[in-house]
Nanobody
Framework: QVQLVESGGGLVQAGGSLRLSCAAS????????MGWFRQAPGKEREFVAA????????SYADSVKGRFTISRDNAKNTVYLQMDSLKPEDTAVYYC????????????????WGQGTQVTVSS
């Protein structure tokens, strides 16, 4: 129902920072909970972070807690993923996704996905 376009990926050294952005089209962004997922080479896609439609709640995978921060700017129809203290194991293609309603960690509950952006962390 909406288009999502990620940006901000790139190559960084371990310990560095990167901020991903996901710009959404449509008029229903403020009613959608948003999530970030990632897929590393040879691995299945996994949950990273999510934020509720009303900005009242966030959720993080244990592997990124304390290092990543999800946020949203409804006026700009954009969700962000601030990634600090990056590790080589964070290397993956990062995808943003949206769903109408409550915050969720489940991939199958999201019905709109972006094309992904590559994040590579060198050691």
């Amino acid at each position: 129902q909406v288009q999502l376009v990620e940006s901000g990926g790139g190559l960084v050294q371990a310990g560095g920072s990167l901020r991903l952005s996901c710009a959404a089209s449509g008029r229903t962004f403020s009613s959608r909970s948003m999530g970030w997922f990632r897929q590393a080479p040879g691995k299945e896609r996994e949950f990273v972070a999510a934020i509720s439609w009303d900005d009242s709640s966030t959720s993080y995978a244990d592997s990124v807690k304390g290092r990543f921060t999800i946020s949203r700017d409804n006026a700009k129809n954009t969700v962000y993923l601030q990634m600090d203290s990056l590790k080589p194991e964070d290397t993956a293609v990062y995808y943003c996704a949206s769903r109408v309603g409550a915050i969720s960690r489940q991939q199958t509950s999201y019905n709109n996905w972006g094309q992904g952006t590559q994040v590579t962390v060198s050691s």
